[in-house]
């Protein structure tokens, strides 16, 4: 099947200062041929929207984010992708947005059950002490071919001097990359034959002369094709170990990988007493138990919650702005309305209204610079440079303001969001995943939340003693131990004794999905996670075992469960007797 390749340049600075950096496909050549490629690529994070598909292709927006850290004149990013895209400049902000939005968010209530020795006012824990339950550069075809490559465009898209290219012979491709300064590595070269193969173009960027690394933003593909697809094979040649990608669809369903697992964590392992500290870890402990090729779904449902976030009330209005008669004013007003404050509006910022090099000499950062502008202006405003308020306010719309008002109208258009997470190293990116609908699937909340019964019987313990009992939001219980020191009191979550749930897999289920239905389940741990959570109720309460069904049905109600406590520890001090 012909699938849509998108890579990510996330671009991460080495530990020397000097390193080259790159992303994409290419990059710059190492300092010497037996070194590594000088990248070191720790996560990926896509944004694609996607129209239904009409005669086997749909139209799609992919916005893709690039972090890089390095000299900007050595900058390059080369993805593959099906078909002409027309290229556009996207916003950061999209991305904190998305993920702040529909990151996992693990949540604790914790009660008393029964009557305490010590009773007093109810003692909860909580996220937050308690919780609830509860101006684009467009592509334009039809350059003509140089050497035997179609360049279909060549000019600058936001910060990038960006070209769309395409050849039908490998040898004639990885010669116009060199001779326009993309390094060809040997896994590039080996990968260059195989997507040329599969009919792919190609997008390539570099930084336009006088633009700053700061400026560079996530970059935006419209296209059309069969659906999306993360080409992994081509993130293998410069990932770490572990690389987390975090993939976001707009569409009119669930999207589900086609030909990737998705997975269902072991809630049981959920450091619940920390609201999920440890969740990052479980899934990629999970991922690992899948084979590698699995992604987990983090929230599924509607998007219009999102859309509200990405722009003010109001927008971002410019009028004001585009007629400041000097600097001060134009600063002012940039913070009066309240313009994110991110490292593209800095770096517009010194180019239109610079921070002196007088400044610079004396460590002032360009952040505190335009912070308390009025303050430094006194002394440098002799021989300040002339400030073009409206280019000012030209250049802020078309990298900030428009980029946000184009991604609030694409989170209007489409009704659902998906996010899917994986961890995956670069020896599993042997396989491009690819993502379809399945509007059978049910909706995934960002909350999970579970409560925690402290289990003080009829005055059998007090609050620093007794067991506390988590029930899961799919019905499970685990019985924990109080810490011999009375932790439970000041530090609920320290000191408990979780080692037979710990042993226990990552991975509940896995399973391969299809466009309708659950799909077939290749890999099912729940028999394996049941008896780990027998042994630590034994641990506990020896003889319980109330751990599978739900609060009703299969084991111990509540009060049921508290009683039991306070008759065990009756029946163990008559023995003692």
Known sequence: MKAIAIALGLL?????????????????????PTDPPPVAQTGENVLFAVDPVVDGASNMEAHIQIFYTGPADRFSWVVPVDGFPTLDVGSDRVFAVLDAGTRPRFTFTLHDEGVCKDDRSTFGVGSSGSAKKNDSGSAQAGDPADDGVTVAFRGSVGPFDAAVIKANDPAALKAWLTDNRYFVSEKADKL??????????????????????????????????????????????????????????????????????????NEARIDWFQQGRNYEALLKEAADDAGGNAFAAEYVGPSSMLQPMLLPAGGYPLDTLRKAPSPPEAVAEVIRIRLPFDDTLLGILERHIPLPQSLKDRGVQPRVFYAQFRSFWPTISQGYPRLDAAALAKEIDAAIVQPLVRAEALFG?????????????????????????????????????????????????????????????????????????????????????????????????????????????????????????????????????????????????????????????????????
């Not at 390193?19 to 050549?29: H, K, Q, T």
């Not at 570099?206 to 999306?228: C, M, T």
């Not at 109720?537 to 109600?557: F, H, Q």
């Open 12 to 32: 991460v600075a080495l530990a020397s200062p000097e390193v080259r950096a790159c992303g994409g496909l290419f990059c710059n050549p190492p300092p010497s």
């Open 192 to 265: 260059i034959d195989a997507y040329v193969l599969e009919g792919k173009s190609f997008v390539a960027l570099k930084l336009l002369s006088g633009k700053d690394v700061k400026e560079i933003q996530p970059i935006v593909l419209r296209f059309s094709g069969p659906g999306p697809c993360v080409p992994l094979r081509l993130t293998a040649i410069a990932a770490t170990d572990d690389l987390k990608v975090n993939l976001w669809v707009l569409s009119r369903a669930r999207v589900v990988p086609s030909n990737y697992l998705e997975m269902k964590l």
């Open 413 to 577: 258009r489409y009704p659902k969001l998906t996010r899917l997470a994986t961890f995956i190293s670069p020896s599993e990116m042997n396989v491009d995943p690819v993502f379809v609908e399945n509007p059978t699937l049910p909706d995934i909340p960002t909350e999970r939340h579970a409560d925690g019964y402290r289990a003080c019987g009829a005055r059998a313990y007090n609050r620093c003693e007794a067991p506390i009992r988590i029930e899961l939001p799919d019905g499970k219980r685990v019985w924990f131990k109080a810490p011999a020191e009375g932790g439970w009191c000041d530090a609920p979550s320290v000191g408990y004794d979780r080692d037979a749930v710990d042993q226990t897999p990552a991975l509940a289920i896995a399973w391969q999905r299809d466009q309708s239905g659950d799909g077939v389940v290749r890999m099912d741990n729940s028999s394996k996670i049941a008896s780990g959570i027998d042994d630590q109720n034994d641990s506990v309460i020896p003889g319980c075992s109330c751990t599978i069904g739900s609060r009703s049905s299969t084991g111990m109600a509540p009060f049921g469960a508290a009683l039991a406590v306070a008759a065990f520890v009756l029946v163990r001090r008559r023995r003692r007797r």
